[in-house]
């Protein structure tokens, strides 16, 4: 009996974090499926209903048409089927009995007569709004009107490849020097180590906008700014405190023994980091790798101060930030461009998730 009434308790506690994740999952998961629904949609559908009317859904379809008399007075009460309307209440469409009464040609005096039914699965799949965000070239949109309108493309494809120059060695280079560093401060023996682990944890607290405009003018005489050396540099050094602090604590919990037999053969500290402390730290490796990538690829201020906005150079949050100033009406641009900006962190994240937890855990517990 006394079992069972202490499996109830974790039972309820286990149901409602289940419950609390699974509602943060569809708090997520909903406005993610709307951005890939709203990206493969034609310009003209998006303009004219919401992304959720391509699911079975009831919505109002025309029955029949009224054709009143052409000499019809709209600033007069209007009779149609025996009841009188404003022009007004045929323009937002009005109620008769079960029927919907709204204007379908005002110059004409057309009514229609809708009632509600169910509509089916109504997506028009098109791939042209991931060509125009990706290409440069002039493309055509139709218009809920049936105009024409030709505009030019964002040209994201180059900011793609940009970004992917500027986030891969921001990536691996902080991580390869923090192992190093992490590695060093745990398990070697030098003079001022404590000094210079304090002064790495100090530095997590310092916000990098302090340093930005220092940084920036040692960046121009020494020629680095706008280049992709100079962005390297400027991520790893703002990665650096953390990252070391993040992989200190993984390796400063491994095994002593393991340390004292590699050094009771012969191993170097070289051979002992690359042999024993990188396959034991990949979950912290990937973990951190994580943080990293996801902060490089999202980063805006960073890439502006030490990049630029010149096309040549320019990465996706740039990209994306000049489309929301100029193209803020074209939403079946920026919800291609977005979900172009979230493919590439995603498979980063589902390829390394398996690491994830076990890394994040790495060192959190001693034995």
Not at 33 to 43: F, M, N, T, Y
């Amino acid at each position: 009996m006394a079992k069972r009434k202490h499996k109830a308790p974790k039972r309820k506690a286990s149901w409602l974090v289940n419950t609390i994740l699974a509602i943060i999952c569809i708090i997520w998961f909903i406005p993610t499926l709307g951005l890939l629904i709203s990206s493969v949609r034609p310009a003209a559908d998006i303009l004219q209903t919401g992304w959720w009317t391509v699911f079975p859904h009831r919505q109002w379809a025309t029955e029949e048409q009224v054709k009143l008399p052409k000499d019809t007075d709209l600033r007069q009460p209007i009779t149609v089927n025996g009841q009188t309307f404003s022009d007004d209440q045929l323009k937002a469409g009005v109620m008769q009995g079960d029927k919907r009464l709204v204007w379908e040609n005002r110059r004409s005096r057309t009514v229609d007569v809708q009632d509600k039914k169910w509509s089916g699965m109504t997506l028009n799949f098109t791939t042209q709004n991931y060509e125009t965000v990706l290409g440069g070239k002039q493309y055509k949109i139709t218009q809920p009107d049936g105009t024409v309108k030709t505009e030019q493309g964002s040209g994201m494809g180059r900011s793609f490849w940009n970004t992917i120059a500027v986030v891969i060695p921001s990536t691996v280079i902080p991580i390869f020097i923090a192992s190093f560093a992490a590695y060093a401060f745990a398990w070697l023996k030098f003079k001022g180590r404590r000094f210079f682990f304090v002064i790495v944890i100090a530095l997590l607290v310092v916000p990098l906008q302090v340093a930005l405009i220092p940084i920036l003018r040692d960046y121009t005489a020494l020629g680095l700014n706008g280049t992709y050396f100079g962005i390297w540099l400027a991520h790893t050094a703002f990665g650096l405190p953390l990252i070391t602090y993040f992989m200190y604590n993984s390796i400063s919990q491994l095994p002593r023994d393991l340390f004292e037999s590699a050094y009771m053969d012969g191993a170097t500290n070289f051979t002992i980091f690359s042999k024993l402390i990188l396959p034991l730290s990949v979950p912290a490796l990937a973990s951190i790798s994580i943080f990293q990538f996801l902060w490089v690829w999202n980063d805006y201020l960073v890439s502006l101060i030490f990049l630029g906005s010149q096309p040549e150079v320019q990465v996706l949050s740039m990209n994306i930030a000049n489309m929301v100033g100029s193209r803020g009406s074209d939403w079946h641009l920026l919800t291609a461009a977005a979900f172009v900006s979230m493919l590439t962190p995603l498979a980063v994240f589902f390829a390394l998730q398996k690491y994830f937890v076990r890394g994040l855990l790495g060192g959190s517990i001693k034995g």
